[in-house]
C-alpha cells in the first residue's frame, strides 16, 4: 500500500508559475507510473499528465501540453509537476496518483490517489 501526499497549493496570478510535488510512502515509488490529475467545480477528473517508472516517457494532455512539465526522483521518492503561464481556468483541485498499468495514460489505471491540492489563479 502506498500513501501519496501533495505539496500546498496555492493561490497565484494568471500568468505566473507554480510547483506542485507529490511524494510517496510506503513503497518505492519506483513500482509506480506517477499520472497528476485536476478537477474543477462541475467538472469531471481530468489526467493532465502522466510519467512512467523509470521516468523515460511522459504523456500530456492537449490542455497543458507546452505549459506543465512532469518529471521524478525516484530516490526521493518524489513526483513535480511544473506548471507555468497558469490560467484562470487552470484553477481546480490537483491530485497525484499511481498507477502499476503498463497503459498509464490511461485515467481509470489509477488506483491510489492523494487527498488533493488547491490551485486557485486569478486573472
Known amino acids: 500500500q502506498v500513501t501519496l501526499v501533495e505539496s500546498r497549493g496555492g493561490m497565484v496570478q494568471a500568468g505566473s508559475s507554480l510547483r506542485l510535488s507529490c511524494e510517496a510512502f510506503?513503497?518505492?515509488?519506483?513500482?509506480?507510473?506517477v499520472g497528476w490529475f485536476r478537477q474543477a467545480p462541475g467538472k469531471e477528473r481530468e489526467l493532465l499528465c502522466a510519467i512512467s517508472q523509470s521516468g523515460a516517457s511522459t504523456v500530456f494532455a492537449d490542455s497543458v501540453k507546452g505549459r506543465f512539465t512532469i518529471s521524478r526522483d525516484n530516490s526521493k521518492n518524489m513526483v513535480a509537476l511544473q506548471m507555468n503561464t497558469l490560467k484562470p481556468e487552470d484553477t481546480a483541485v490537483y491530485y497525484c496518483a499511481v498507477s502499476r498499468d503498463v497503459s498509464f495514460s490511461v485515467p481509470s489505471s489509477y488506483k491510489s490517489w492523494g487527498q488533493g491540492t488547491q490551485v486557485t489563479v486569478s486573472s
Open positions: 510506503g513503497r518505492p515509488f519506483s513500482y509506480y507510473h
